[in-house]
């Protein structure tokens, strides 16, 4: 007889606490199934009802990282705030979450990006998904007047390279002490000023080019 799906899932949600608890100890990189079944009391042969591979329940453990930072995503793009708040909260809520993490336990943020390296997919779904909700707002904005004469995925380009090193677990390895959310809300102060300058207007038209100046 089939195990019954809330079963499974209860059983996967296990795993993954215990997966977390591992990665906490002594990392992720080289857990094998046997050392999850050890620990998780269980042989490793009835692992594989919950996953079906360890590829499988590393990628779940990864998602689970992020997922908490996919809510904040959706959360603010559903509500009601003005839109130039709306994007201040969609990279500084995700920020300080992850700035909490890290200092929370540096070891095991940084065990959590291995495992995110290690298993890039999830991380590029997790990428994907936020410059869907990034597109999301800044066509609101756009709605709003903001942002003239650039296209909807041009500006979010933009927008990632402006915001890069809030936005990347990597960065804030090394760049956490000078990060912070004052600095952050004038960041996107100047991306809604300066993104509704068009260069062009102030250097002439043409292709931007590096002027040598002695």
């Known amino acids: 007889m089939a195990r019954p799906h809330t079963d499974i899932e209860a059983g996967r949600q296990q795993l993954l606490d215990v997966v977390e608890d591992i990665v906490r100890q002594r990392g992720g990189v080289d857990l094998s199934m046997t050392d999850l079944a050890v620990a998780a009391g269980m042989s490793p042969a009835n ?73 890039f997919e999830v991380v590029r779904g997790y990428v994907d998904l936020g410059d869907h909700y990034l597109a999301q707002l800044v066509a609101e ?7 003239p004469d650039l296209s909807i995925d041009h500006t979010v380009s933009l927008i ?32 809604f000023i300066g993104l509704g300058r068009s260069f062009e207007a102030s250097s002439g038209p043409g292709t931007p080019h590096i002027k040598i100046v002695s």
């Open 47 to 119: 692992l594989y009802r919950f996953f079906e591979s360890k590829e499988a329940l590393l990628e779940a453990a990864a998602g689970r990282w992020f997922a908490p930072k996919i809510v904040i995503m959706e959360e603010v793009c559903a509500s009601d705030l003005p839109v130039r708040d709306k994007m201040f909260q969609f990279f500084a809520r995700r920020f300080v979450q992850m700035r909490d993490q890290y200092r929370e336990d540096p070891d095991y943020f940084q065990s959590n990006l291995e495992l995110g390296n290690r298993y």
């Open 141 to 147: 904005a756009m709605a709003e007047g903001y942002f």
């Open 160 to 191: 990632n390279q402006m915001v890069h090193c809030y936005c990347n677990p990597d960065a804030l390895l090394h760049l956490e002490p000078r990060l912070s959310e004052h600095k952050l809300a004038r960041i996107v102060d100047t991306i």
